[in-house]
């Protein structure tokens, strides 16, 4: 089971918009549950969402780091991490 702190929590229910056409998760509570069925993973840094990327075999070419931070499924927590969700 993964743990989403409140920052987390907070950052998803903020951006979810730019992932789903409408809200999946309304609470704190909810949005930790969604986060935990699709087994989104928080990672520390950018370099920690590239190689996250390319251990799942996502293709990658052509992209740059900033593109890749870029992408629907990263979400800034603001305080270095990355919140990775599968859509």
């Known amino acids: 089971m993964h743990e989403y ?3 987390v929590l907070e950052c998803f229910l903020r951006n979810q918009g730019k992932l789903f056409p409408e809200k999946v998760a309304k609470t704190p ?12 993973v928080v990672v520390n840094s950018a370099q920690e969402v590239w190689d ?3 251990e799942q075999g996502i ?14 499924e990263v979400f800034d927590v603001g305080d270095g991490r990355y919140l990775i969700v599968e859509g």
């Open 29 to 40: 509570e909810a949005a930790e549950a969604f986060l935990e069925e699709c087994t989104a």
């Open 5 to 7: 702190d409140e920052a």
């Open 52 to 54: 996250y990327f390319d």
């Open 59 to 72: 293709d990658m070419e052509g992209a740059d780091e900033e593109g890749i931070l870029e992408a629907d």
